[in-house]
T-cell receptor, first 114, second 111 residues
Framework: DAGVIQSPRHEVTEMGQEVTLRCKPISGHDYLFWYRQTMMRGLELLIYFNNNVPIDDSGMPEDRFSAKMPNASFSTLKIQPSEPRDSAVYFC????????????FGPGTRLTVL | GQNIDQPTEMTATEGAIVQINCTYQTSGFNGLFWYQQHAGEAPTFLSYNVLDGLEEKGRFSSFLSRSKGYSYLLLKELQMKDSASYLCAVTSTDSWGKLQFGAGTQVVVTP
């Protein structure tokens, strides 16, 4: 299996622009997670889906952030408008229902907002 | 809610042993994970403990005491490539499938 796939790997944008991050989970996994990692705050869960349905979005910072999962093999995290404080590494992870919750992480997207 | 504590940094010599402690407070505790994260890379799964006791996997072992809310990760025969951040994470029956991560312990292995 190819593992969790994320794109782009790096994104540099200017404040106010829209940013879309993409994720393809491991085939057959029922859960998909979006995390953000910074030096100051560590690894934070933003939102997670089960069978394409958002279960918990309490970690989404504010209305500028939105996430969708239109099908079992694709999810997006969108930031609009982006701000410099959104600069971070964004990870997508997936896990299989019943697989002791082990999560497998994608390589991450390093976002820089100027 | 959940509160997870682990040391910020530990330094050890190549070939030595290092023990990384993790304490947690959570309702409905279900299990504890350890992940390894090298600089600039994604976290990767190391171990999972749900019952009390020691789980050994090669040079790495993980211990859990549910009654004490305590776990440790033991790294033996340290190698330079073990220099990384080690993240403790817990899962609970209150939030199936969701992991709460600690801040991570940066392990520095010196020659």
């Amino acid at each position: 299996d190819a593992g969790v796939i994320q794109s782009p790997r790096h994104e540099v944008t200017e404040m106010g622009q829209e940013v879309t991050l993409r994720c393809k989970p491991i085939s057959g996994h029922d859960y998909l997670f979006w995390y953000r990692q910074t030096m100051m705050r560590g690894l934070e869960l933003l939102i997670y889906f089960n069978n394409n349905v958002p279960i918990d979005d309490s970690g989404m910072p504010e209305d500028r952030f939105s996430a969708k999962m239109p099908n079992a093999s694709f999810s997006t995290l969108k930031i609009q408008p982006s701000e410099p404080r959104d600069s971070a590494v964004y990870f997508c992870a997936s896990s299989s229902n019943g697989d002791t919750d082990t999560q497998y992480f994608g390589p991450g997207t390093r976002l820089t907002v100027l | 809610g959940q509160n997870i504590d682990q040391p910020t940094e530990m330094t050890a010599t190549e070939g030595a042993i290092v023990q990384i402690n993790c304490t947690y407070q959570t309702s409905g505790f279900n299990g504890l994970f350890w992940y390894q994260q090298h600089a600039g890379e994604a976290p990767t799964f190391l171990s999972y403990n749900v019952l009390d006791g020691l789980e050994e996997k090669g040079r790495f072992s993980s211990f859990l005491s549910r009654s004490k809310g305590y776990s440790y990760l033991l790294l033996k025969e340290l190698q330079m490539k073990d220099s990384a951040s080690y993240l403790c994470a817990v899962t609970s029956t209150d939030s199936w499938g969701k992991l709460q991560f600690g801040a991570g312990t940066q392990v520095v292995v010196t020659p």
